[in-house]
């Protein structure tokens, strides 16, 4: 089974090109586009290129975790699946989990 990052946004640079997972807010929708704008659990705003028929773009306003490849030139995320789950999530907790996992990197090995 491959295993794959929990990322913020700030974490973003690092990943160029890798299959991260990334959770937060959608905060808007272009379904012409195909785009979401998710707000992270660290704040910071990510672009995430929609598959066709994505369900992110039934869910505005939602939590949704989004599994897919970071673009090296804008740091935009391509969906390759999404999770959809309630509002009642903690981002400030969720970003101390991230940040811990790539503190104790020997446990995980995500990180080079």
């Known amino acids: 089974m491959e295993v794959h990052p929990r990322v913020n ?3 973003l640079p690092k990943c160029k090109g890798a299959t991260v997972r990334l959770m937060g807010k959608i905060l808007g929708v272009n379904i012409q586009e195909g785009e979401a ?3 992270a659990c660290d704040q910071g705003q990510v672009t995430v290129r929609l598959l066709t028929g994505s369900l992110v773009g039934t869910a505005p306003g939602g939590v949704v975790e989004i599994l897919g490849k970071v673009d090296g030139n804008d740091l ?3 969906e390759m699946s999404s999770t959809l789950f309630n509002n009642v999530w903690n981002p400030d907790a969720y ?4 940040l811990a996992t ?3 990197n020997e446990m995980f090995g995500w990180w080079n």
């Open 9 to 11: 946004s700030a974490i």
């Open 37 to 39: 704008l998710i707000e």
């Open 76 to 78: 935009s995320i391509q």
């Open 95 to 98: 970003n101390k989990m991230v």
């Open 102 to 104: 790539m503190e104790h």
